[in-house]
């Protein structure tokens, strides 16, 4: 083989091996490139997910920071409604009590008011002999009280009850009226005076009274 054609087979081989090289490296540029690109959409997604998780997490703290907000305004706002509420029945019975001195001027009804004071205690003790103690003041509109009294209690149950003022043991002319009523041989005594009724009323009559001043309670799910 001449020198001549030596020297084409080696350029042919060059030009082989040349063209070998350049498709090989063609090759790894695609496969590099693929792979960048799925590197690159997997970091993106990553990096995405990253940020709608942060996004997430910050979204529910505002959410429960606005909700922990809402139910503190709430809470205070509530707050200041039932202490005005209680204000004004405080008002209410603070009111009463300065007026249960006016009571015991209408001789009418106060007569009426200790009679039937006088047989709510009869008819729980269901004795024969009941003692009454009262202000020395109202000893006589006590007497027809009594009188009173003593007849209905026998119209209703048939039987009769006799009922004495404990003159010995009067109330203190302070007490704006009403009486006790005394039996079991001085062991039992009923306070019915008016400052004890009105403290019963603040008690039982109070969820009646919010209803009619404030409406019913909407929280309030079961009633007796």
């Known amino acids: 083989m001449s020198d001549d054609q030596v020297t084409a087979e080696l350029k042919k081989m060059t030009a082989f091996i040349r063209q070998e090289a350049l498709e090989k490296a063609r090759e790894i540029q695609i496969k590099a490139d693929e792979e960048f690109a799925i590197e690159k959409s997997k970091l993106v997604r990553e990096e995405s997910a990253a940020i709608d998780s942060q996004y997430e997490k910050k979204f529910k703290q505002a959410a429960m920071s606005q909700q922990i907000t809402r139910s503190t305004v709430a809470n205070k706002t509530r707050l200041k409604v039932l202490s005005a509420r209680q204000a004004l029945l405080d008002e209410l019975f603070d009111k009463a009590r300065g ?56 119209d209703a149950l048939g039987k009769d009850v006799s009922v004495s003022i404990d003159e010995k043991n009067p109330h203190p002319e302070g007490l704006a009226g009403g009486l006790s009523i005394v039996g079991g041989g001085g062991k039992i005594d009923i306070n019915n005076t008016l400052e004890e009724r009105l403290k019963l009323l603040e008690t039982d009559a109070l969820p009646a009274m919010r209803a009619t001043l404030f409406g019913p309670n909407e929280n309030r799910r079961f009633y007796d």
């Open 99 to 154: 007026r249960l001195g006016e009571f015991a001027k209408d001789k009418g009804r106060y007569q009426t008011t200790l009679k039937n004071l006088i047989l709510e205690g009869a008819y729980a003790l269901n004795e024969e002999r009941i003692l009454v103690r009262a202000r020395k003041a109202d000893h006589h509109v006590v007497r027809e009280a009594v009188q009173a009294a003593e007849k209905e209690y026998k």
